[in-house]
């Protein structure tokens, strides 16, 4: 089975593991991507925030949460009183998942418009999450946050096996076992939701008011 496993390190902090992920092959999904995109933020951070995987503005800069979705969640954490230096965000999966758009004919004449560049986010497999899940419980033990926020089904399937609904399970506390540890989480929408959404705006505040709740757990 694909597996991170052996390229966890066993010692060293947040750097030892950033560094060791940058070579990870314990799924296909390195062949493809840019680069590997690890979790950013300081080992002491009392919220741990789980995303699905990188897109394409994290594939190209390496960092999580760096496009629109990220700017998104930036707005509702702070509208929710999260400060965004107490959290540690990260992804379920840790490489970027695409396809390329085929090249089309151009209606007229035939001429090829060539393979397109932009490339199209996939959603990660449970084998794929199951792979990746190592770094995810890595990053768990050493930050050992207070609360886990989870953003979406990807991440909480990661988390929390495959029967998690958002729909369900979304903006109340609730305390599971994550990777041997007791823990407090809150799930909530991926904020891509709110930026895809016909009603945006009622989408976000669905967004900020679960964040709320996890704003409340830490006070
Ligand atoms: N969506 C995610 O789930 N994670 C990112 O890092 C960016 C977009
Ligand atoms: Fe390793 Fe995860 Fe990347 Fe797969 S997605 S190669 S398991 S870091």
Redo the contacts with the bound molecule.
């Keep these: 089975a694909y597996t991170a496993e052996p390229f966890v390190p066993q010692r060293g902090g947040l750097a030892a593991l950033r560094k060791a992920a940058a070579e990870c092959h314990g799924c296909p999904l390195h062949r493809d991507a840019t680069q590997t995109?690890f979790g950013t933020g300081d080992t002491d951070a009392r919220v741990l925030i789980v995303?699905?995987?990188?897109?394409d503005q994290?594939d190209r800069q390496g960092k999580?949460?760096v496009?629109p979705?990220?700017r998104l969640l930036d707005r509702a954490l702070a509208e929710a009183g999260i400060d965004p230096g107490q959290t540690y965000v990260t992804?379920a999966v840790k490489h970027f998942k695409f396809t390329i758009p085929h090249s089309r004919l151009r209606s007229s004449g035939g001429t090829p418009i060539g393979p397109g560049k932009r490339r199209i986010h996939k959603s990660p497999s449970l084998r794929e999450m199951t792979a990746c899940g190592p770094w995810l419980a890595a990053e768990l033990a050493v930050v050992d946050p207070e609360l886990i926020v989870v953003?979406?089904a990807t991440a909480g399937k990661a988390l929390l096996g495959s029967s998690f609904r958002v729909t369900q399970q979304r903006g109340t506390l609730l305390e599971e076992e994550i990777h041997g540890r007791r823990t407090r989480l809150v799930a909530t929408i991926?904020p891509?939701a709110a930026l895809r959404a016909d009603d945006r705006e009622a989408v976000y505040q669905g967004l900020v008011s679960d964040l709320k709740v996890a704003a409340r757990a830490l006070d």
Excluded at 51 to 55: A, F, H, R, S, W
């Design positions: 995109v995303g699905e995987q990188p897109g994290e999580p949460f496009g979705a990220g992804n953003l979406g991926h891509s």
